[in-house]
Structures are given as C-alpha cells and as structure tokens.
T-cell receptor, first 114, second 110 residues
Framework: AQSVTQLGSHVSVSEGALVLLRCNYS??????LFWYVQYPNQGLQLLLK??????LVKGINGFEAEFKKSETSFHLTKPSAHMSDAAEYFC????????????FGTGTKLQVIP | DADVTQTPRNRITKTGKRIMLECSQT?????MYWYRQDPGLGLRLIYY???????NKGEISDGYSVSRQAQAKFSLSLESAIPNQTALYFC?????????FGPGTRLTVL
C-alpha cells in the first residue's frame, strides 16, 4: 500500500522567510511523488513532480522539493515566501507503473504574514 | 475556456434527495476521477474510470454511483443524499502521471 503523511496541517511564515512543508511517504516500490497547490476557491494544480530522474525537482513559482529515499521524504521548500503563496498544499504519491491511482496527503495550509 | 468543468459549482439539497454532479473535459483524456475533499482529510477517491467501459470503485464509494456517458463526460450521483456527504467534490482527468482538476462543486446536504 502507498501513503503520504504531511506534518502540520497549518504553517505560518513571514513574507520573505523560508517555506518548508513536510511530506513523508510509504511505498513498497519506487514511487512517483507530487506536490499540488490549491488556491482559494479553485481546484488543485500541479506544482512539481518526482518521477525517478533528478532527486531535486524544481517547480513553478520558485518552489522545489528533494526526494530523499533514505528518509522517505519529499519536503517542499521555497527560499522566500510571497503573499501569493498562501494556499493549501497537498503531497501525493503514485506507484510507478501503477494504474494512476494517486493517494493524497491531508494537506497543509500555508499562511503568509506580511 | 476551462479544460475540466463541473456543474453545478454550488448546491444545497435536503436529506434523501437524489443529486447528480456533472463533469466535462475537453482535454481528450481517457482517465477520469471523482474525489471528495473534507477539511483535515485531504482528497479521497470515490470512483475512477480508465475509459468509457471501465468503471472502478475508489476508497469511499458507498452511497455514490457514477456514469461515464462519453469520453468527455463523467457524472457522479448521490442516490439518497445524507448530511455527511456534505463536502467539496472534484472531478479530475489524467494522462501520463499528472492529474488535472476541475474547479470543484460545493455540496451541502441539510
């Protein structure tokens, strides 16, 4: 079975500060990992994904994530938070070679304080 | 125009009523999904369809049914709505490993 755990349902950072959103996964086979973002009153959209190529993945809006197999982690970071980053972020896992059934984490709401 | 559309965007109904949520896509994707989102629970898969003739239950299919009328259309029905089905419902499509979501339908069952 596959699963992801997001630590912290709410995270607050000051504008300009580092953003760190944590995600740990559980998978019996090499996974594909994703971060999706949901802005208020919108659907989810893909932020970035890891599909077994480079372990450091860069996404849109200055976000990046690093796949660490030894730690079973895929944390999302951004060096400097912007007010427009306020949203809910979901980590997700897909078993490579599977039937595209994605398992989502419970989400982390990011608040950016001016 | 949006690639994945959902109607209605908001719906308030009463316990016991039959409700249909509709999803249409112009992306040409074979694979479509229905999720519900509840605060603190993330997204949970209700049903998924890999082509018009293929329908599969997800992790929380009880109380729901679906119909794949065409490649572009995938409807979710609540035969007899109950209050704990109050949630935000998302339709999604996929190709490759990426999912594309509609804007969601906020359903309230009184």
């Amino acid at each position: 079975a596959q699963s992801v755990t997001q630590l912290g349902s709410h995270v607050s950072v000051s504008e300009g500060a580092l953003v760190l959103l944590r995600c740990n996964y559980s998978s019996s086979v090499p996974p594909y990992l994703f971060w999706y973002v949901q802005y208020p009153n919108q659907g989810l959209q893909l932020l970035l994904k890891y599909t077994s190529a480079a372990t450091l993945v860069k996404g849109i809006n200055g976000f990046e994530a690093e796949f660490k197999k030894s730690e079973t982690s895929f944390h999302l970071t951004k060096p400097s938070a912007h007010m427009s980053d306020a949203a809910e972020y979901f980590c997700a896992v897909l078993l490579s070679g599977g039937y595209q059934k994605v398992t989502f984490g419970t989400g982390t709401k990011l608040q950016v304080i001016p | 125009d949006a690639d994945v559309t959902q109607t209605p965007r908001n719906r308030i109904t009463k316990t016991g009523k039959r409700i249909m949520l509709e999803c249409s896509q112009t992306k040409g994707h074979d694979r479509m999904y229905w999720y519900r989102q509840d605060p603190g629970l993330g997204l949970r898969l209700i049903y998924y369809s890999f082509d018009v003739k293929d329908i599969n239950k997800g992790e929380i299919s009880d109380g729901y049914s679906v119909s794949r009328q065409a490649q572009a259309k995938f409807s979710l029905s609540l035969e007899s709505a109950i209050p704990n089905q109050t949630a935000l419902y998302f339709c999604a499509t996929s190709v490759g490993d990426t999912q594309y979501f509609g804007p969601g339908t906020r359903l309230t069952v009184l």
